[in-house]
C-alpha cells in the first residue's frame, strides 16, 4: 500500500472494468509489476454492469491520463463493437479483454486470455497438444480458449454452454479456421477427455451451480478452471473429491500481466502483436 503515497498529478492510470468487481486479483498482480519496474502507475477497479458499458467506455476516451483498460466478465464481447481497432486475434476471437487508449481518445482492442490459459497450463507443465478436451462455457473468456487450444493442436474439443446456440457459433467459427480438428458440440457430460476447462463465470459467486456433470469426472482427468478467486472453486473441490488433478485460476492471470501491460503501453517499443 505504500506505492499508493505516491501517486501524483503525473501517475499513468489503467482500469479493470468488471460485474461483479470483488474478485479481481488483476489490480494487485498489476501494481506489483508496477512498483517493481519503478513505473509511476496505478490500475483501480470499475464496477461497471452491462447497460452502462457503453457510456462508460465512451466517458474513458476523454480521461487524458488513462491509457488503457482490462475488461471482464461479462463485457468481453461488448466491448469489441466499442473498440475503434481490434487485432487480428481480436477478431478472429470475437473478443476483447485489453484496451489501449491512445493519445486522440482513440481506443485499441487485444485478446490474451487464450495465450494466459495456454502459458498458464504449460508453466505447470500440462501440455494441451494431442489432448482431448472439454470446455465448459461459450462466452469472451472461452472463444480466446477455444481458439488458443485449438491453435495448439489438441485432438479433440468438446463445447458446452448453458445456451447452446453460442456454443454451435463458436463451434462453426473454429472449424472454419481449424477444419483438421475433431470440434464437437457437449452437453454436461465431461467424461472421455483428457483435459477438462471450465470457461465459464460459474464458481465467482457463492450460489453458483456447478459448471459440468462432476459425479461423472474420474481420476485420469486433469480439471482446470478460469475463475482465481476462490481459488479453490467448488469444480476444483469436486474434481479433487473425485481424484483428478487440478489447475487453478491463477496462472492464467500471472502468465498474461506482463502481455496486458504491453498491450495497454502507448510507448510503440513497449507493444507486443499477435497472441493466438
Ligand atoms: P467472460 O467475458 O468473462 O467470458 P461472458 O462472456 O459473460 O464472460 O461469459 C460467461 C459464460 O459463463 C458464458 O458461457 C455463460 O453462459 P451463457 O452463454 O449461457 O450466458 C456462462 N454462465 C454465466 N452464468 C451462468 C449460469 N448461471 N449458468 C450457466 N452458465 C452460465
Do not use: W
Not at 37 to 65: C, Q, T, W, Y
Not at 85 to 102: E, P, T
Not at 143 to 154: E, P
Request: with cysteine; hydrophobic share 45%.
Amino acid at each position: 500500500m505504500d506505492d499508493i503515497k505516491k501517486i501524483s498529478g503525473s501517475t499513468r492510470v489503467y482500469a479493470i472494468i468488471a460485474d461483479p468487481i470483488h474478485h479481481v486479483q488483476t489490480p494487485s498482480a498489476m501494481n506489483q509489476l508496477f512498483a517493481a519496474r519503478g513505473d509511476d502507475r496505478v490500475m483501480v477497479p470499475f464496477h461497471v454492469n452491462e447497460s452502462e458499458l457503453g457510456a462508460v467506455v465512451a466517458g474513458l476516451r476523454g480521461i487524458k491520463n488513462l491509457d488503457g483498460f482490462i475488461v471482464t466478465v461479462p463485457h468481453k464481447t461488448a466491448i469489441l463493437e466499442l473498440c475503434d481497432s481490434v487485432s487480428d486475434s481480436a477478431k478472429l476471437v470475437g473478443a476483447v479483454n485489453v484496451v489501449r487508449r491512445d493519445e486522440d481518445g482513440s481506443l485499441h482492442g487485444d485478446i490474451l486470455d487464450g495465450a494466459g490459459f495456454l502459458a498458464g497450463l504449460r508453466q505447470r507443465g500440462i501440455e494441451p497438444a494431442g489432448m482431448s478436451v472439454y470446455l465448459a462455457g461459450a462466452g469472451g473468456a472461452a472463444k480466446a480458449i477455444a481458439f488458443s487450444l485449438a491453435a495448439a493442436g489438441v485432438s479433440k474439443l468438446t463445447i458446452f454452454n448453458r445456451t447452446a446456440s453460442k456454443a454451435v457459433e463458436l463451434i462453426q467459427r473454429l472449424s472454419a479456421v481449424f477444419p483438421a480438428t475433431e470440434i464437437l458440440l457437449g452437453s454436461d457430460d465431461p467424461a472421455g477427455h483428457d483435459l477438462v476447462v471450465n470457461s465459464t463465470s460459474l464458481g465467482l459467486r457463492v450460489d453458483d451451480i456447478l459448471p459440468l456433470d462432476v459425479t461423472l469426472l474420474t481420476p485420469s482427468q486433469i480439471v482446470a478452471e478460469i475463475i482465481m478467486q476462490p481459488a479453490i472453486t467448488p469444480l476444483l473441490a469436486a474434481a479433487t473429491q473425485m481424484g483428478c488433478r487440478i489447475h487453478d485460476g491463477m496462472p492464467m492471470l500471472l502468465c498474461q500481466i506482463e502481455l496486458m501491460a504491453a498491450a495497454m503501453a502507448t510507448n510503440k517499443n513497449e507493444q507486443n502483436h499477435e497472441y493466438i
